[in-house]
């Protein structure tokens, strides 16, 4: 088949203005500053600075949590950075507070047995924590949510309480519907400085 010389540069022609059509884009405008997409984007967990022991003498660091198909772990270490021995046992006392610091409706589950069987429970015992030295516990949750009558759980911070006071970490805990936050025994740890 032969193309004629006046089809093809009609042809031609046709492609070149279409794509002319299309233009280039518009020079970028500048966005004023409360416009949402100058604003960083929000983070589902950012790690809470690690805090002095001024004072205290106990420091209490949470991980970052792990997640996998809507199953949430997270370790939490308290290390003694004081000059007296500490004790914990058993299982620690937990509250768990929304973002405007309110305490919320949570059961906890001690050795996470109804959360998840992923995780072990080293077992309640008593524990000394010489200075320089950390124990630990891990939490464990599900991000499920099928009850569309109430709001989903959202915690913003977890309260420690030990017995030479509460410890505070910040964080994300979204429970869902499911309200269940499993926590393992304190345990043994060590910490990388």
Same mark, same amino acid.
């Given at each position: 088949?032969?193309?004629?010389?006046?089809?093809?540069?009609?042809?031609?022609?046709?492609?070149?203005?279409?794509?002319?059509?299309?233009?280039?884009?518009?020079?970028?405008?500048?966005?004023?500053?409360?416009?949402?997409?100058?604003?960083?984007?929000?983070?589902?967990?950012?790690?809470?600075?690690?805090?002095?022991?001024?004072?205290?003498?106990?420091?209490?660091?949470?991980?970052?949590?792990?997640?996998?198909?809507?199953?949430?772990?997270?370790?939490?270490?308290?290390?003694?950075?004081?000059?007296?021995?500490?004790?914990?046992?058993?299982?620690?006392? $937990?509250?768990?507070?929304?973002?405007? +610091?309110?305490?919320? #409706?949570?059961?906890?589950?001690?050795? *996470?047995?109804? /959360? &998840? @069987?992923?995780?072990?429970?080293?077992?309640?015992?008593?524990?000394?924590?010489?200075?320089?030295?950390?124990?630990?516990?891990? $939490?464990?949750?599900?991000?499920?949510? +099928?009850?569309?009558? #109430?709001?989903?759980?959202?915690?913003? *911070?977890?309260? /420690? &309480? @030990?017995?030479?006071?509460?410890?505070?970490?910040?964080?994300?805990?979204?429970?869902?519907?499911?309200?269940?936050?499993?926590?393992?025994?304190?345990?043994?740890?060590?910490?990388?400085?």
């Amino acid at each position: 088949m032969t193309v004629m010389p006046a089809v093809r540069a009609w042809s031609t022609a046709a492609v070149i203005s279409l794509a002319a059509g299309c233009g280039a884009p518009p020079p970028p405008t500048a966005l004023q500053s409360g416009h949402p997409l100058v604003q960083p984007p929000p983070t589902v967990w950012s790690p809470s600075p690690r805090p002095s022991c001024a004072g205290s003498g106990l420091l209490l660091h949470a991980e970052a949590p792990a997640a996998a198909m809507g199953l949430r772990v997270q370790s939490v270490t308290l290390t003694n950075c004081g000059g007296a021995a500490r004790h914990v046992k058993g299982y620690p006392r $937990l509250r768990l507070l929304d973002e405007k +610091g309110e305490p919320l #409706r949570v059961t906890i589950d001690r050795g *996470a047995r109804q /959360v &998840t @069987t992923a995780i072990r429970d080293p077992g309640p015992k008593a524990l000394t924590v010489r200075p320089g030295r950390s124990v630990r516990f891990t $939490l464990a949750w599900r991000n499920t949510y +099928g009850d569309t009558t #109430r709001p989903p759980a959202v915690g913003a *911070a977890l309260v /420690v &309480t @030990t017995g030479s006071g509460r410890r505070r970490v910040s964080g994300h805990f979204d429970l869902g519907a499911t309200n269940l936050l499993g926590v393992t025994a304190w345990e043994p740890a060590t910490v990388s400085r």
